[in-house]
């Protein structure tokens, strides 16, 4: 859904919402956060970054899982995370051509899983209802209207309003949240051209993860835990990457898909590599996807595995940030953050953006990163050739971006933020 260019949503303005010192809860709560997603992508992550931080805060969450896929990734991730979970079924997407069977799943699974939620609550008795995906949501919907426990949904992506069931269920959560949380001003103001009002609406941006180097000390070998599927069976195994002198070292991570711009990113690492500059680019991400398959089949063809080279699902994916010199979030949709550019600037890496959504938020042209209106592979190429010439534009970037990184997306100021928003929801 576009954004309203009447819209009354106001973000707080610069160090506004760090105004104070932070204020504890007044007792120790407990959230059931519904979590039914199936991959580990960014959205995913800023959930479990802000619980794992609430959780250290008083807040204990207690999950409600995929029954049936959680085991891939989410569940692996919560156990070392330590975090308790109950399974549920959910079921199908919604979207238009469903058979009379996935019309039985859809409605089964509203069933089973509101049931599960209610069973949950039961025994776990939260104090308020932790939501983060329309779809699960849907899922859970019969067990809103009957539980009485206050509820925050973290909306993290557009509200989607391209069916009937979904503009039904956002008119419906309108009245059912206490509280919404965006990540950024840009699904702010899509929050509120969707019909929620600014006083239910707080901005709060991801917060920049801990420990993830300084961006100028670069390692020259990594131990990678790469995770591989088979059917519906994860297994995972060592490797050891070696950072290669002299050979400029890009990143891209996240979703393996024409929206997000990787063959963009590939693209331009392969007409530079022709040029004869020096770069290799790493991909993380699920090497399953459509596009992954087509790229991979690409630099098979034009031989340039030195140039590129799909990783796949890398568990320890932060520890990429050690041997890369730049980042690339070439997204060509209207992103609505970019978990990924918190954590490069974390890592006092500099990022290639192109200006879109809430990702512009984050990246100050020519200051911490490049911001770029024309969304081509001859403009990120040219963007990283740039920095290819210029080592210490790269350094002076990165070190703007780990400075940004410590003020604007400071573990205090998320804190802050959050804590308030609960005293609201629980007031």
């Known amino acids: 859904m576009g954004t309203a260019s009447s819209a009354r949503f106001s973000p707080p303005a610069h160090g506004q919402d760090l105004a104070g010192p932070t204020k504890p809860l007044k007792?120790?709560?407990?959230?059931?956060?519904?979590?039914?997603?199936?991959?580990?992508?960014?959205?995913?992550?800023?959930?479990?970054?802000?619980?794992?931080?609430?959780?250290?805060?008083?807040i204990e969450p207690v999950f409600l899982t995929n029954k049936k896929y959680g085991h891939l990734f989410i569940e692996t991730e919560l156990d070392r995370l330590g975090f308790r979970y109950h399974k549920a079924a959910f079921g199908p997407r919604i979207q238009k051509g469903l058979s009379l069977w996935g019309i039985y799943l859809l409605f089964w699974g509203m069933f089973a899983t509101s049931f599960a939620l209610?069973?949950?609550?039961?025994?776990?008795?939260?104090?308020?209802?932790?939501?983060?995906?329309?779809?699960?949501?849907?899922?859970?919907?019969?067990?809103?209207?009957?539980?009485?426990?206050?509820?925050?949904?973290?909306?993290?992506?557009?509200?989607?309003?391209?069916?009937?069931?979904?503009?039904?269920?956002?008119?419906?959560?309108?009245?059912?949240?206490?509280?919404?949380v965006v990540?950024?001003?840009?699904?702010?103001?899509?929050?509120?051209?969707?019909?929620?009002k600014p006083a239910q609406i707080r901005r709060i941006y991801n917060v920049a993860p801990d420990s993830l180097g300084?961006?100028?000390?670069?390692?020259?070998?990594?131990?990678?835990?790469?995770?591989?599927?088979?059917?519906?069976?994860?297994?995972?195994?060592?490797?050891?990457?070696?950072?290669?002198?002299?050979?400029?070292?890009?990143?891209?991570?996240?979703?393996?898909?024409?929206?997000?711009?990787?063959?963009?990113?590939?693209d331009a690492c392969l007409k530079l590599a022709r040029e004869g500059r020096k770069l290799r680019l790493l991909i993380a991400g699920d090497p399953r996807s459509g596009l992954a398959v087509?790229?991979?089949?690409?630099?098979?063809?034009?031989?340039?595995?030195?140039?590129?080279?799909?990783?796949?699902?890398?568990?320890?994916?932060?520890?990429l940030w050690q041997v890369v010199d730049l980042h690339l979030f070439p997204s060509i949709w209207e992103e609505p953050l970019g978990n990924s550019v918190v954590e490069a600037k974390a890592a006092g890496i500099p990022s290639v953006i192109f200006k879109r959504g809430?990702?512009?938020e984050l990246v100050k042209d020519g200051v911490d990163g490049r911001n770029l209106t024309d969304e081509s592979s001859e403009a990120l190429a040219g963007a990283i050739e740039g920095y290819m010439d210029d080592?210490?534009?790269?350094?002076?970037?990165?070190?703007?971006?780990?400075?940004?990184?410590?003020?604007?997306?400071?573990r205090a100021r998320f804190v802050k933020a959050w804590l308030e928003t609960i005293d609201e929801v629980m007031a």
Not at 30 to 45: D, M, N, R, T
Request: glycine share 8%.
């Open 214 to 266: 300084n961006g100028e000390a670069k390692s020259g070998e990594l131990r990678l835990t790469l995770r591989k599927i088979v059917g519906d069976q994860p297994s995972d195994h060592q490797e050891t990457f070696h950072r290669e002198d002299g050979v400029f070292h890009l990143l891209y991570i996240g979703q393996i898909a024409e929206h997000k711009g990787v063959q963009l990113a590939v």
């Open 294 to 319: 087509s790229i991979a089949k690409q630099i098979a063809e034009k031989k340039a595995e030195d140039v590129v080279r799909i990783l796949g699902f890398v568990r320890n994916a932060k520890d």
């Open 118 to 180: 209610w069973r949950a609550c039961r025994k776990e008795k939260p104090d308020f209802l932790y939501l983060m995906n329309p779809l699960y949501a849907f899922y859970v919907w019969p067990a809103l209207k009957l539980l009485r426990q206050p509820a925050v949904y973290r909306l993290g992506d557009e509200p989607a309003v391209h069916n009937f069931l979904y503009r039904w269920l956002w008119g419906s959560l309108q009245r059912r949240l206490k509280k919404v």
């Open 391 to 410: 080592p210490d534009l790269v350094r002076a970037h990165g070190r703007a971006a780990k400075e940004s990184a410590e003020n604007e997306f400071s």
């Open 183 to 196: 990540i950024s001003d840009f699904i702010g103001r899509s929050a509120e051209a969707c019909g929620f």
């Open 358 to 360: 809430g990702t512009q």
């Open 27 to 58: 007792r120790k709560l407990k959230a059931l956060v519904v979590f039914g997603s199936i991959p580990l992508f960014g959205a995913e992550k800023g959930n479990l970054e802000a619980l794992r931080e609430l959780s250290q805060h008083g």
